[in-house]
Every structure is written in C-alpha cells, then in structure tokens.
C-alpha cells in the first residue's frame, strides 16, 4: 500500500472506473482457470466481461478532461479528488458554477476517477440510477 | 434480499445463456442464485457485519454451515429438488477445495459453479466500488 503505483490502482478500482475494475475482474478469475474454476466455465465468464465491457461503453462517454466538461452533461459515476473527496456524485447534471468549482479544485488536488458521463442518446431514466 | 443477490442473478443468468444451458434451467439458476445464501439468516448479527477472512474457526464452521442450513430451509418447497441442489453446492470448487463436501467436478451441477463465480466477481467488484 505505500507505493504510489498501487496507490493510484487501488484508488481506480475503489472509485469504479469501470473499464478498469472489468480487466482487474479478467485477471483475477482467468489466474484461477483449472484451479478454483473449470476452464470452461471461466471462457465465458471471460466472454462475459467483454460484452460487459461493450455495454458500458455503448453507455457511458469517457472525458478525458476536466476542461473538456460542458454545463447540462449528466455524470455516470462519481467525481473523486486524490485526497479521497467527494466531488460529485453520480447522476449529478453539471451546471457552470459545478464545473468551475471542479476545475479550480483539481488544479491544487487532481482527480484520481475517470469521468464518465451518459451518452447523450442514452439518456434515459435507467442510465440515471 | 439485497441487492448483491440480484446482481449475482443477473450475471449468472447472463453467463449461462452464454454457456448455451437451456430456459428451464436457466430459470433454476436465477432463483438459486436469488436465495444462495438464506441460510445466513440465523447467522448472528455480528458475523454478517464482517467479512469471512476476518472470521475465527467457530465462526468459520457457522459460516460454513450455511448452504446446508439453505437446503433445510428450503426442503419443504414442492419442485424446488433441482434448486435445492445448486443452493446446496453454491460453493463448490472445481478443484475439491469448496464445502460442504469437497466434491471434485463430477457431482457438483454445472449451475451451482455458475453462481460460484458471479459471486465471486460480484465479491471483486463491489467490495471496491459504490
């Protein structure tokens, strides 16, 4: 827990970005074919996280930056600060006041969590949730 | 019932029509799946309230227990024999390494290993995000 790479691992998977945790999900269970699971079994479960994958990225659109961010875009997943703070949570529809708040908080304390907001042809009450 | 048991059933569900595993046994999965772990229901409060790495050999045996305290419950249910078995095996592994029994795979149905795995990768994810 004290280097920094893991640090910055750990706080991606604790912060649910979900590319992320889906690869972190393939590892572990394909370590564990023919041990704890049949190889066949993890197959699908393989091919499973795959579709799994192709869904979230159907649904969600990944901001690369926090300049990239635009008032009325709804957040898929929560906003974390390295410090481990709440930002924003999910569901949250960005307005210019949150936005600039956001970009003046991150100058000093980065963002950790990737950005994820809904598509906005996905824009359903579901995607909300 | 919570939401992880939804989830588990929602995975499982999809893994199986993956694994080609017909309708009526599908159908089987899903609701194992939905009541794999009622029999910690008579767990007490405070073994619920961690997790079982942090358990001591008592509570562990308890722990243990609870697929075998699922099928008791579930025993009286009419039709319920194909669900009782996957509840039953739910933690089964493909090596002999699970309980109750430590089967190796013949015994174990395919569905009870199902709900295994999206168990465990429901166990991954969540525990590590919100």
């Known amino acids: ?129 | 019932m919570d939401h992880r048991s939804r989830r588990v059933a929602e995975h499982a569900v999809a893994i199986a029509h993956l694994m080609a595993i017909p309708d009526k046994r599908i159908k089987e999965i899903e609701i194992a799946a939905l009541l794999r772990d009622i029999g910690k229901a008579n767990f007490p409060l405070f073994m619920l309230e961690k997790s079982p790495n942090d358990y001591s050999p008592e509570e562990m045996a308890i722990y243990k227990y609870h697929p075998q305290a699922c099928s008791e419950i579930l025993k009286n249910v009419y039709g319920y024999e194909q669900i009782i078995e996957l509840v039953h095996y739910h933690h089964e592994k493909y090596n002999g390494s699970g309980f109750p029994s430590g089967h190796k795979t013949s015994k174990t149905p395919m569905g009870a290993y199902i709900i295994g795995i999206t168990d465990y990768y429901d166990h991954l994810v969540e525990n590590k995000t919100r």
Do not use: C
């Open chain 1, 1 to 129: 827990m004290e280097s920094p790479i893991i640090m910055i691992i750990w706080s991606r998977i604790k912060h649910g970005d979900p590319q992320f945790v889906l690869s972190f999900a393939a590892q572990k269970v394909s370590e564990l074919s023919g041990n704890s699971y049949s190889p066949a079994l993890v197959e699908s479960m393989l091919k499973y996280f795959d579709e799994l994958k192709d869904r979230t990225e159907a649904e969600y659109q990944k901001v690369t930056s926090v300049m990239q961010l635009a008032p009325n875009m709804v957040l898929a997943r929560s906003i974390y600060s390295m410090s481990g703070k709440l930002l924003l949570a999910k569901g949250a529809v960005l307005t210019t006041q949150s936005i600039n708040r956001i970009r003046s908080i991150a100058r000093l304390d980065p963002i950790v969590s990737n950005i994820y907001t809904v598509r906005e042809d996905r824009f359903t009450k579901e995607a909300i949730v």
